[in-house]
């Protein structure tokens, strides 16, 4: 009797144990993503890069134009590296300046994608991905034309 109450109790213990192990195996096996899915969050580390890229470019700026600007109040060009002209300093400032406002629009632009692409991703609408697409072929497109 005892043999037969093991086996009776033993066997569906065992066959819950290995349920349970396979439940929980399945259940934390990663969800495949949508193809779609993969390039936006592809796409915003890309994004993120290039805002770091840019600032890292508007700090060396910067610090240029500070340079010029001591170099051109103390009328001394051996400060500076580079051979420039008294005259030509004031110039090199405003391009640098220039180039520093254009940056930082860049920068603001994608910051603004980016938040899109996040936005979108949240939610979990039908047309969502179809809207992700386009929105990530705008993106892919301006990252080649305009933030090189």
Not at 1 to 27: C, D, E, R, T
Not at 41 to 56: A, E, G, K
Not at 71 to 90: A, F, G, P, R, Y
Not at 100 to 119: G, Q, S
């Amino acid at each position: 009797m005892s043999v037969a109450l093991y086996i009776g109790i033993g066997v569906p213990v065992i066959l819950v144990l290995i349920f349970l192990i396979i439940y929980f195996s399945l259940k934390r096996r990663k969800k495949t993503k949508s193809p779609i899915l993969e390039r936006a969050d592809d796409t915003i580390v890309i994004v993120t890069q290039r805002i770091h890229t840019m600032n890292q470019r508007i700090k060396k700026l910067d610090e240029d134009v500070t340079k010029l600007v001591i170099v051109k109040e103390k009328n001394d060009t051996s400060l500076i590296d580079e051979t420039i002209d008294m005259e030509n300093i004031q110039i090199k400032i405003d391009q640098s300046k220039k180039e520093i406002e254009e940056l930082i629009a860049d920068i603001k632009d994608l910051r603004d994608y980016k938040t899109e692409i996040e936005v979108v991703i949240k939610r979990k609408e039908e047309n969502g991905l179809e809207k992700l697409e386009k929105l990530l072929d705008t993106v892919k497109e301006k990252l080649q034309y305009r933030f090189i």
